[in-house]
């Protein structure tokens, strides 16, 4: 049974364009490919690489224990909260409301409520172990909320990924996981483009057109044929961003969104700047000028910042523009991506939001449990066992 559902976990990962697995052993590769056969019947939903699933995890029917929150309500910065009422419904992409998630006795969150509207940036801070993994593994469909509900455009999700494909038709969720997650038995080409390879009936000509652009995104033109161990920590990283940015294009979704954990950690600073930066490129939008976005990337200094690569980083190609990079969410505890990279932070404390408002304000705000962690004092709200 757990080799059952792990395979379906990899089967759902594999449609968001990201696996689970930092490597995969040749066995760990067979199960992929037997999961593969054995969901042969499952209705494939061309272009969003949905896979129908059956439901393998059902909400809780017990009502949540609420005790023991640091804070019963979030502090907001200076500016209101996005997810405040003034703002219109229709914008809101992603919405997690009083969601509960337990693994075991570990009550991870407890009674979460987060709003992601379109075209925010937004960074999700917090101490080791606080559930920020957690919570983007639940706003991208990969675990369902043992109660409360998450919403996208609008839909309650029922269960998690695959079960609902209508849903997926709304957003198309790219996941870049901590560890880059890179099939090791296949080269970058094939990384890269794996989701469009099991997903759709593409031409594998179109495939590696697409993807030849999204490595060219990430400033890695001409590694397809490279293997993952021959790259460095910071081209794995990149490789990681281009799977997650790749899409059929004769189907483009109606929004995109991507979810980043932890995507500099283990980074030199300076192969930082330039994730941090490529992480605000694939963002910008279709209308913008493309001169601005690389003037922005040049003052920045990411074009020569970059110590892995020797190729400046280059335009987001159009087909990763098509309906464009509608939000995007980073996990971190890097200073610098949080001050590069997001606009908006999210605080998570004890499995509740504790604090958000503008990224400028985390180095501002007197708020205890943020000052705390900016300082990284030992005295204050958060305690280590
Ligand atoms: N699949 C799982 N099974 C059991 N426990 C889990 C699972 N996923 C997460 N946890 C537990 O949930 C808690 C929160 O984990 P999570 O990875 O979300 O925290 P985090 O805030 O991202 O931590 P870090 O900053 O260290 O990466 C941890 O105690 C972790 O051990």
Known sequence: MAGCLEQLQLRRDSSLGCTCQSSFSGECYRSVVLARCQSRSAKRQKGTGALRCSPVLAAATSAPDTQGSYLDQPHFGSVPAPSANSQP??????????????FGEKKVLRGCNITIRRGEAVGIIGSSGSG???????????VAPDWGEVRICGQVRKGVLGDDPHISD?????????????????????NVGFLLYEHTDLAPERIQALTAG??????????????????????????????????????PALNQMIMYDEPTAG??????????????????????????????????????????????????PQQAQQGGVASYIVVTHQHSTIRRAVDRLIFLHEGKVVWEGPAEEFNTTDVPIVKQFRTGSLSGPISFD
């Open 89 to 102: 419904e229709a914008d809101i992409l992603v919405e997690m409301r009083n969601v509960h998630k337990a």
């Open 170 to 190: 709304l957003l198309q969720v790219g996941m870049v996981f901590q560890n880059g997650a890179l099939f090791d038995s296949l080269t970058v080409g094939e």
């Open 267 to 316: 980074l030199d600073p300076v192969a930082s700047t330039v994730v941090e930066d490529l992480i605000r490129s694939l963002h910008t939008p279709p209308s913008a000028d493309s001169a601005s976005s690389s003037s922005t990337s040049s003052s920045n200094g990411t074009a020569d910042a970059d110590a892995d690569a020797d190729q400046s980083i280059g335009e987001v």
């Open 214 to 251: 999204c490595l060219e995104a990430v400033g890695l033109s001409g590694v397809e044929d490279l293997q993952p161990a021959q790259l460095s920590g910071g081209m794995r990283k990149r490789v990681a961003l281009a799977r997650a940015i790749i899409r059929d294009d004769t189907h």
């Open 132 to 142: 920020k993994s957690t919570t983007l593994r639940l706003m991208a469909g990969l």
